[in-house]
């Protein structure tokens, strides 16, 4: 087997928006390059550090908050736990006194218009999403290292064959959806039973179930969130939140006091078709409003695609009986799997395979969750993420102003229909007779991604990020 071994959460990362690729990844190198200065020096020897952002992580960073991102990371702060309401005086007082404190530990000069470089027309051979650090130290010496944000928050340094998670032997490997399968007849187990016994390779099932349901609570605070906060987005588009609005249209404004009321006022206005495709819109709505706010959301595989996955089991919660602990672990379990084979196969990272690797992927992943919690059979499963797929290929990633906003928070609610109606549809088909399979339309996906024109990787440089003209403050 070829390729590093994928957790479930490795594919669902706690972190905070609006990109995984572009924030949580780049905020999680500049950790590790603190991180790897202590083993060099101490850091009280350090005396400056500089930043050189390369690509896609210059075009489109301001927008993207790579920036900030950085500054945090290099200050010691966790994604996972900083308080995002903290963010923006943060990064004003490092702006107004020109300082951090690196590590946590040691005050340094840093003035993040000098020491951070956006490299608009340069970029590194590896990945499109590059950035390089620079520190010197006090006797003269100094280090560069170089990482690169892979998409879904993975991180790569440069040098390294793997993106430095630990091996571990699985008892049922797998790269492609044909290994799963096979894994699946051979001993009648279920997609999610299957990725179920790979993680006890890592830690108790115990431990893994816990796990998966703080990832679904992170999940449903982040829509609930997301569903009770009005006003504007940030970053110059002046865009409208719509999911606090449209939440009260649809439940005519009723009082209830927690999650728990809420949802179950959801579930007493029935199954109509246009009721239930109104919410599962608000559902990912309400996420992706979250994430390009700076708030704090799960990569499920990113972040510009949160909203996909946790509206679709939004909708398995409210409108299937999928109320249920184990029930919902199976759900993310099973998402999980379908991920890591498109991670494995093609790409999760817009910036080399354009929206198809983001919204496509997460969308693939949905379909294929839900049609396991359905009922479906292992192909059925597979089928319906082939399906999803197959009808997000070729999507282009055109960020207007490279923010994550337009069209990407409205790609989530069509990602999540699809999901939807791919599962419904795989469940009322015999896949024995399909015409595509899932690791076709991975490769499919791959080989797309590699003919596409780089302006549509997220680049704001082609489609509708050209040709929709705004006026924008300067950054």
């Avoid at 350090?46 to 896609?56: A, E, K, M, N, P």
């Avoid at 919690?373 to 999507?395: D, F, R």
Wanted: proline content about 4%; hydrophobic content about 40%.
């Amino acid at each position: 087997m070829g390729y590093e071994p994928i957790s479930v959460f490795d594919m669902f990362k706690i972190g905070v928006g609006p990109s995984s690729s572009h924030t949580l990844g780049p905020w999680r190198a500049a950790q590790r390059f603190v991180q790897s200065i202590e083993l060099l020096q101490p850091l009280q020897n350090v005396q400056s550090v500089r930043v050189l952002l390369y690509g896609s992580l210059a075009k489109t960073g301001k927008g993207h908050g790579t920036d900030v991102a950085i500054e945090l990371g290099l200050c010691g702060d966790d994604p996972v736990t900083f308080d995002v309401n903290a963010i923006d005086s943060k990064i004003n007082d490092i702006a107004a006194m020109k300082k951090m404190v690196l590590g946590g530990r040691h005050e340094i000069d840093f003035d993040p218009t000098e020491d951070i470089d956006f490299l608009m027309s340069e970029s590194l051979p590896f990945h499109p999403n590059a950035v390089t650090f620079l520190a010197m130290f006090s006797n003269g010496e100094s280090v560069a290292e170089t990482y690169y944000s892979i998409g879904g928050g993975f991180v790569v340094k440069e040098g390294e064959t793997t993106t430095g998670k630990a091996q571990v032997q699985l008892p049922f490997p797998v790269d492609t959806a044909q290994d799963l399968l096979h894994w699946c007849m051979k001993t009648g187990m279920s997609i999610s039973e299957v990725v179920m016994e790979n993680e006890n390779a890592w830690r108790s099932e115990e431990e893994t179930k816990q796990g998966i349901l703080n990832i679904w609570r992170v999940m449903h605070e982040c829509i609930f969130k997301g569903c009770h906060t009005e006003g504007y987005l940030p970053g110059g588009l002046n865009v409208k939140r719509r999911a606090s609005g449209l939440n009260k249209k649809l439940l005519h404004q009723t009082a209830y006091k927690d999650f728990a009321e809420w949802i179950e006022m959801i579930r007493k206005g029935g199954n109509d078709f246009k009721y239930t495709l109104d919410w599962v819109s608000c559902f990912a709505l309400s996420v992706n409003e979250e994430n390009a706010s700076f708030g704090r959301v799960v990569t499920a595989p990113t972040n510009g695609a949160a909203g996909v996955i946790p509206a679709v089991l939004m909708y398995y919660v409210c409108f299937c009986n999928g109320h249920d602990e184990e029930k919902i672990i199976r759900f993310l379990a099973t998402a999980s799997e379908v991920g890591s084979i498109f991670k494995k196969g093609a790409t999760i990272s817009a910036a080399m395979g354009g929206c198809q690797a983001e919204i496509g992927v997460s969308s693939a992943m949905a379909a294929a969750a839900l049609t396991e919690c359905m009922g479906g059979t292992q192909k059925q499963v597979l089928m319906a993420s082939e399906i999803a797929m197959e009808h997000h290929l070729g999507l282009t990633c055109d960020p207007i102003a490279g923010l994550v906003q337009v069209p990407c928070i409205e790609r989530n609610t069509m990602g999540a229909i699809k999901a939807i109606t791919a599962s419904q549809l795989a469940l009322q088909s015999t896949p024995d007779f399909a015409k595509v399979s899932l690791d076709a339309v991975v490769k499919t996906m791959w080989d797309t991604s590699q003919d596409m024109n780089h302006k549509y990787k997220e680049t704001a440089e082609g489609g509708l990020a050209v040709n929709i003209s705004l006026a924008l403050p300067e950054c």
